[in-house]
Antibody, heavy 120, light 110 residues
């Protein structure tokens, strides 16, 4: 059963770069699925950050595109997120999820999420 | 691009039915049959409940159903149970490899 687990620093200073990794178990990230990142600021709704395919193709939320970079490591079966120039507005629970190709909006399963706080 | 519009909260008694709406535009909800719904219990991973507007993944009870009319999608939960109390989010394809989520609806089972 495919499982995803996010990891990374829980505290990032303003203006620095947030880096997270999503480790995938029991399913190859080289399969015909996309892999997505979604976040949820405290008390707010979900926001799609972007999506990556094993070919290296990436698709980003236009509102974050200038600051976000995705990558993947097929040898470790994991993919990563980097968000630069963070501010307090980037404080959120960050989730990774497997994403179906058809329709582009089917996320299943999700990781448990990791809370990232931006503060000095 | 704006988030899809959902009511902040809905409530119902055990055994009753509730419907959660999700309103977008002709560029997202109304333009594609790619709407999904997620159930989120605090502290747990969000769970896919409906995809492609009306389809249920295996393991999701048939008490959960989805529909769409124009630019508004809906999730209906019948035979409410205590465990249905959670936050629910809609999600729609918005074209050009773009995705929008709703602001979320808190379901309270009275």
């Amino acid at each position: 059963q495919v499982q995803l687990q996010e990891s990374g620093p829980g505290l990032v200073k303003p203006s620095e770069t947030l880096s997270l990794t999503c480790a995938v178990s029991d399913f190859s990230i080289s399969s015909s699925y996309y892999w997505g990142w979604i976040r949820q600021p405290p008390g707010k709704g979900l926001e799609w950050i972007g999506t990556i395919y094993h070919s290296g193709s990436t698709y980003y939320n236009p509102s974050l595109k200038s600051r976000v970079t995705f990558s993947l490591d097929t040898s470790k079966n994991q993919f990563s997120l980097r968000l630069s120039s963070v501010t307090a507005a980037d404080t959120a629970m960050y989730y990774c999820a497997r994403q179906r190709m058809t329709g582009f909006n089917w996320f299943d399963p999700w990781g448990l999420g990791t809370l990232v706080t931006v503060s000095s | 691009q704006s988030a899809l519009t959902q009511p902040r909260s809905v409530s119902g008694s055990p055994g009753q039915s509730v419907t959660i709406s999700c309103t977008g535009t002709s560029s997202d909800v109304g333009g594609y049959n790619y709407v999904s719904w997620y159930q989120h219990h605090p502290g747990k991973a969000p769970k896919l409940m409906i995809y492609d507007v009306t389809q249920r993944p295996s393991g999701v009870p048939d008490r959960f159903s989805g529909s769409k009319s124009g630019n508004t999608a809906s999730l209906t939960i019948s035979g409410l149970q205590a465990d249905d109390e959670a936050d629910y989010y809609c999600c729609s394809y918005a074209g050009s490899y773009n995705v929008l989520f709703g602001g979320g609806t808190k379901l309270t089972v009275l």
